[in-house]
Structure formats: structure tokens, C-alpha cells
């Protein structure tokens, strides 16, 4: 595995990106302009609280690694990027499940699926080709 093919693995799609982009920020509208209520007191702020934790976590995820000077290292944070991304989308949904209407509620979580979808599944893949990838450096040994 050459440093240029780990680095090719640390790329993402820009249509993926801009369609999840876009469903967040979305989200982020209704979760703070929206009329998404609960009965339970803080909920509301929660859950916008952690749509914008989502969103510093996707954002991570395509950060420049390229300052880092080692494949092995770069590899290691993107995998730690997407771990961070699927425990942000965990949490949110976890807060979500306290929202109970609204004139919004259901935009709110038809939304929230969509992007469930959208970043499990392409997120996991990458994951696993990451993983793979730090597996081949390893038993090879590279060491930039």
C-alpha cells in the first residue's frame, strides 16, 4: 500500500458531501428556528445542541491530513474522524427521541433518517477500506 493510495482513501465524494451538507444544515433550521416541541424541559436546546456537535463531527471528517506526516497516523485520524461522526449521529438521535411534535417534528425526522442512511452505510465502507488499509501498512512496515 504507497502513500498515495491511503491518501486516496482519505477523500471523499463532494456529492455526498454536499447532499448530507445540505440535509444538516437543514436540520440545523428547524432545530433552532423550527417549531419542534417537547414536554420535558431542555430537550428542544439539546437536540439543537447536538445537531451542531453533528455537524463540527462531519466537517471533521474531510479535513486536510496532509500536515500529518505519516500515512499510517493520517489513516488513524480519518478513522477516529468517523468513529467521532457515528457516535455524534448516535447522540442525536438519542435526544431526537424526545421530541414529540410540532409543526416541524416530522420534516425533523424524516430529515434525521435521510441522513442516518446517507452516513451509515458510505461511512462504514470507508471505514472498513481505512481499516484494511493500516492492516497492509502494518505487515508491511511502511513507515514514511
Avoid: Q
Avoid at 414529540?100 to 470507508?126: K, M, N, Q, T
Amino acid at each position: 500500500m504507497t502513500e498515495p493510495d491511503i491518501d486516496s482513501l482519505l477523500e471523499f465524494d463532494s456529492v455526498w458531501a454536499a447532499h448530507v451538507r445540505k440535509r444538516w444544515l437543514r436540520l440545523m433550521e428547524i432545530a433552532v428556528w423550527g417549531d419542534v416541541r417537547s414536554s420535558k424541559l431542555g430537550v428542544t436546546g439539546k437536540v439543537a445542541r447536538r445537531v451542531l456537535e453533528f455537524g463540527e463531527k462531519w466537517r471533521s471528517i474531510f479535513n486536510d491530513r496532509r500536515w500529518i506526516p505519516r500515512a499510517r497516523e493520517r489513516a488513524k485520524n480519518m478513522l477516529g474522524s468517523c468513529l467521532n461522526l457515528r457516535d455524534g449521529l448516535f447522540l442525536l438521535e438519542k435526544a431526537a427521541k424526545d421530541l414529540e411534535g410540532g409543526a416541524d417534528y416530522a420534516e425533523f425526522g424524516r430529515i434525521l433518517a435521510e441522513l442516518h442512511e446517507a452516513i451509515v452505510g458510505p461511512l462504514s465502507e470507508r471505514e472498513n477500506r481505512v481499516a484494511s488499509a493500516l492492516d497492509n501498512l502494518n505487515r508491511e512496515g511502511m513507515d514514511d
